[in-house]
């Protein structure tokens, strides 16, 4: 599946992502998600149409989702199983500022 352009639309209190991220599209990834402004805080981050290709992939979402939760409260609905593993694994929803909403759990791995 190719991406869907662009990959970060602002909506009403929120930011929606859509597409496959593969390692070939990470710099554009995380370029595209660094420079969206103004955002909301809290964000709520429609994650429900993204999805994650490959471990070089789900690097760059986990960093872009750090990205958009820097001094704010980030609440990722729908978000791809693995960026949510992700996130729990290496500590990032301790404390509460980031927050997972109907993680999607119908995907296999590897």
């Known amino acids: 599946m190719k991406p869907l ?9 929120g930011l929606v992502i859509t597409g ?3 390692r070939e599209e990470c710099a554009r990834f995380v370029a595209e998600v660094a420079a ?12 429900r149409s993204f ?8 690097v760059a979402a986990l960093n872009a989702v750090r990205h958009l ?16 593993h992700n996130l729990y694994r290496v500590g990032d929803l301790e ?3 980031l927050v997972l909403e109907a993680t999607r759990e119908d995907e296999p791995y590897g």
């Open 5 to 13: 352009e662009p990959w970060c639309c602002l909506s009403v209190g």
């Open 20 to 22: 496959e991220l593969t």
């Open 36 to 47: 969206v402004s103004p955002l909301p805080d809290p964000l709520w981050l429609d994650l």
């Open 51 to 58: 999805d994650i290709a490959d471990g070089m992939a789900a």
């Open 69 to 84: 939760a820097r001094g704010r409260r980030l609440i990722l609905h729908g978000a791809p199983q693995i960026l949510a």
């Open 95 to 97: 404390g509460g500022s």
